[in-house]
């Protein structure tokens, strides 16, 4: 497959195995930015052994059979570049961005440590320390356990719900051997999703690719097919995933149905309302996108104009969505003094349902058309969101569109389809989680 859109060139290819490979050629660039995605994430979890996928994520860096972690650290530092990795709830990514000559480095090591990882014990028992202060530091900020809460809250029982790090219990408890059975169960061929943008030849790095699988031990069969999608009938793709218990991690937290609080005792509360939304690929996703743009998509947004300009009562406060294969949500935050709570909560809800009502003047929508058009445009500017827009729209959605494409889909929004979900927000069961000093029933108050 392939479609060219703004001078760039994309293509897609299956490799034998069943490895999928996407790359954007980017004229004028000298650099490359390249992903290896595994199409598990924290959802699959199983067994109780919740954070096994961001653990395994830790260890990957930390030696293969042919590079120390510190051969793996140095490899990238040399040359300028940069590495990393992110594990969510249905996918993990490792990720790099090189200068295009330093292109074949990058892949080496990236394909080194996802075939040939050591997953060493020691280095096991080192890394739990490092997971648990990762883990500490999220718990700290509350902004971050409000967003946390609520998915939790949003989603109820739903293994989406659950921590993407797991819980400090589950990471102390977590076996080498569950790791090990993770790592050799889903790190394979027919998982592999490689995404790659900016300067580079596709037929290259396909030819590459193989070679260093092989060389790693992967069976690069031609019979085999990729690994299936995430469909909303078939989420988990055939396996059994139980539904956790909602992880509690202390006595300060209260849990009311859809309202979780957590009291602190911090200067600012933070307050979240939302409901649960549209699934990844629904049709309607760019109404929603358009919906949440205008309610708190900036400094123009009802939101921001209302709750901070007008009345003075916030700091911070937007909207956003996610999406997953056959869930998603939406929800409406705002930072705001404790006794201003119950207020700023009508404020947030007054603003969904005025939308919902009303819809959003002609001059409105276009206003956030431009606004969404011109974000995506110039966040294309980077070549890592290239790539990451490839491994999602590949993983997650499982369709591949153009910028040119996609635009056109934003322009033809209508007010009435805004409008529309809205109102499905409205209508849905509300969930909402507040974190400060206030009453251990704030966020129940608030349904």
Sequence with gaps: MTWS????????SVLPGGVRVLTEQVPGQRSVAIGAWIAVGARDETGGHYGSTHVLEHLLFKGTERRSALDIAQAFDSVGGESNAATGQESTCYHARVLDS?????????????????????????????????????????????????????????????????????????????????????YRSDELVLTAAGSLDHDELCARLAELLDRGGWSLDS?????????????TRGRVIEAPATPVPDDS???????????????????????????AGDPRRWALALATTILGGGMSSRLFQEVRERRGLAY?????????????????????????VPEVARLLVGSLEDLASAGPAA?????AKGQLRG?????????????SRLGTAEIVRGELTSIDATLALIDAVTVQEVAEVAAMLVEGERAATVV????????ARLL
């Design 436 to 443: 400060g000093a206030v009453p251990d029933d704030a966020a």
């Design 316 to 340: 911070s406060t937007y909207a956003w969505s996610t999406s997953h294969a056959e869930a998603g949500y939406a929800g409406l935050y705002a930072g705001c003094a404790p006794e201003s």
């Design 5 to 12: 859109s703004g001078g760039t060139l994309a293509r897609r």
């Design 223 to 235: 019979a085999t097919a990729p690994a299936p999608r995430r469909t909303i009938a078939d989420p």
């Design 102 to 186: 330093h292109a074949p480095l990058a892949l080496d090591v990236i394909t080194d440590m996802l075939t040939s990882a050591t997953l060493d014990a020691d280095e096991l028992e080192t890394e739990r320390g490092v997971i648990l202060d990762e883990l500490a530091a999220a718990e700290d900020d509350p902004h971050d356990v409000a967003h946390e809460r609520f998915t939790q809250a949003v989603l109820g029982a739903h293994p989406l719900g659950r921590p993407v790090g797991g819980t400090p219990e589950s990471v102390m408890a977590l076996p080498r051997d569950v790791v090990a059975a993770h790592y050799r169960n889903y």
């Design 363 to 367: 001059a409105e929508l276009e206003r």
């Design 375 to 387: 974000g995506m445009v110039l966040g294309l500017e980077d070549n890592a969101s290239r790539m």
């Design 253 to 279: 937290v209260s849990a009311q149905g859809r309202g979780i609080t957590v009291v602190r005792p911090t200067e600012q509360a933070h307050v979240i309302i939302g409901a649960p939304s549209l699934r």
